[in-house]
């Protein structure tokens, strides 16, 4: 069984009632599981995970957002989080036999219904952008809600789905795919956070280093110690060994050594896989071989 | 949700449609999954691969006993391979969420249900075994079906649950718990067979070297390389990397090097884990925090 992951962003963060009647309309479709949702109050916004394989997964967040649609009203919302919409961000995010494109597809299908049947103007964005200057949400959400009105008149910025009108209570919303975010953090026996902060540079994609990698030195003071702290934004094209092995190499030239790492949050199996695969230097290792994975399937 | 594996073998390997219907019984248990089956006719045995949840398992292999009772007559049974009975072994392995003790407890409760409903002798073995002769399966099967009447008279092999008396058609059941056993090999940049014997004796349980695990030296002729094949039955006790590491330490000192390593057929999630555990020096990781794991909970 394919299983996606999604991550809705929600522009409500007070009202817990509106957010449980959000989650409740989620979970209403079956086959759909919601793994964890938070809200913050000075955001004003919730993050909710769902997971779902590849036929389920659309409903089940199409449920959330007309929901949404029904209970915000952006024409009153303030939050410290940028947002232009009630349902404000959907990625989609491959996590077992489900390929990137196929995420793609998701978002596609799912921004065709919400600007259809919502009549609310969806954009596109990452990998499912349909042009490169809309790939960065961070562009796509420039000038927020309170902008948007305007904004959606360039050509540049017409919405991919729905209508080329302003929806006032609803705003609009970014729907893309990108690939699962591991935070990985190697620990050095150091206190030297200079240190950690040279090898972070060193490590980190923006710093000449490894692809798909951001990182940066933190002090951890209690345990008298620093760490490389990173966002593994695509375990398959920089998987977790790689990093810690360069961070390893990194710090022999400050006679520092690596004494453990840790693994915050959810992580897929498959970013774990790479590295014993790696590490055991196993020849010819298939998935299918991970007794788990034979379970579920057909 | 929990995952229990159990592997009986049949005492039936050249009647394809009795090895069918003894695989539809088990698989007409609604939470059970066929995983694999394959029978050889030399031995004139079928070893079937099962998996369900620790409070369906006992029905699937239920079922399929009860069949194997019905269709096949040990009176008549040839093969090369030791057995005393139509179903000749059962053993129940924990994968995941299941302790060997549970594991334990189950096979008490299938050797108490094929004795009282079937009507057939059974005798723990391994770490479900009532008393410490009985733990080793090929002491248990000692004289074969054809000894069995006459072994079932000493009291040290009166059985732990069924009749007391001889069944001649269905002969006796062995129902034990044991870990999964991972087939695991590594390979050397040497063809000299002397070198990995050496090796395979300093590794093995048997020399001294790691609990739980089996080794011994083979030729890969056609790559014109050694191996070391391992069965680890134990990975909790010693896990796939330990093997790997201190294979690599005493190849060093012919100055041989570990150039790959396999792992044949299936795996349980865990014996990975574990591997990448010691590899990235994971503090406090949990193994809730793989995103599959969390799926299939509650």
């Known amino acids: 069984m394919s299983i996606v992951q999604c991550v809705p962003n929600f522009s409500e963060g007070m009202n817990q009632e509106v957010v449980e009647k959000i989650v409740e309309a989620i979970r209403s479709v079956e086959?759909?599981?919601?793994?964890?949702?938070?809200?913050?109050?000075?955001?004003?916004r919730t993050v909710v995970t769902l997971v779902g394989s590849k036929e389920k997964i659309v409903?089940?967040?199409?449920?959330?957002?007309?929901?949404?649609?029904?209970l915000i009203d952006m024409t009153t919302h303030k939050g410290e989080h940028p947002r232009m919409g009630a349902t404000d961000v959907i990625p989609f995010i491959p996590i077992k036999d489900v390929t990137m494109e196929e995420c793609i597809d998701l978002a596609r299908t799912l921004g065709q219904r919400i600007g259809e049947e919502l009549k609310i103007p969806v954009y596109l964005?990452?990998?499912?952008?349909?042009?490169?200057?809309?790939?960065?949400?961070a562009k796509v959400r420039k000038g927020e809600y309170e902008g948007l009105q305007e904004k959606m008149q360039e050509d540049k910025w017409k919405p991919d789905y729905g209508p080329s009108a302003f929806n006032p209570?609803?705003?609009?919303?970014?729907v893309g795919a990108r690939m699962p975010l591991v935070a990985f953090n190697v620990n050095l026996d150091t206190n030297n956070i200079d240190i950690?902060?040279?090898?972070?540079?060193?490590?980190r994609h923006a710093g000449?280093?490894?692809?798909?990698?951001?990182?940066?030195?933190?002090?951890?003071?209690?345990?008298?110690?620093?760490?490389?702290?990173?966002?593994?934004?695509?375990?398959?094209?920089?998987?977790?060994?790689?990093?810690?092995?360069?961070?390893?190499?990194?710090?022999q030239r400050y006679g520092v050594s690596v004494i453990g790492?840790?693994?915050?949050?959810?992580?897929?199996?498959?970013?774990?896989?790479e590295t014993v695969d790696y590490y055991l230097g196993l020849e010819e290792f298939k998935k299918d071989q991970i007794l788990e994975?034979?379970?579920f399937q057909g």
């Open 169 to 174: 209570k609803s705003g609009a919303t970014a």
């Open 125 to 137: 964005y990452e990998k499912a952008a349909s042009a490169t200057h809309r790939t960065n949400l």
């Open 261 to 273: 790492s840790e693994v915050i949050g959810l992580v897929p199996m498959d970013a774990l896989i």
């Open 59 to 70: 409903e089940g967040v199409f449920q959330g957002a007309k929901k949404a649609a029904e």
């Open 31 to 44: 086959g759909i599981k919601v793994l964890d949702y938070s809200s913050d109050k000075d955001h004003n």
């Open 196 to 203: 950690a902060n040279k090898i972070a540079k060193n490590v």
């Open 208 to 251: 000449g280093g490894l692809h798909s990698v951001k990182a940066m030195g933190v002090e951890l003071k209690e345990r008298g110690i620093v760490q490389i702290s990173m966002n593994m934004v695509d375990y398959k094209k920089t998987p977790l060994y790689r990093a810690k092995e360069l961070i390893k190499v990194e710090a």
């Open 293 to 295: 994975n034979r379970l």
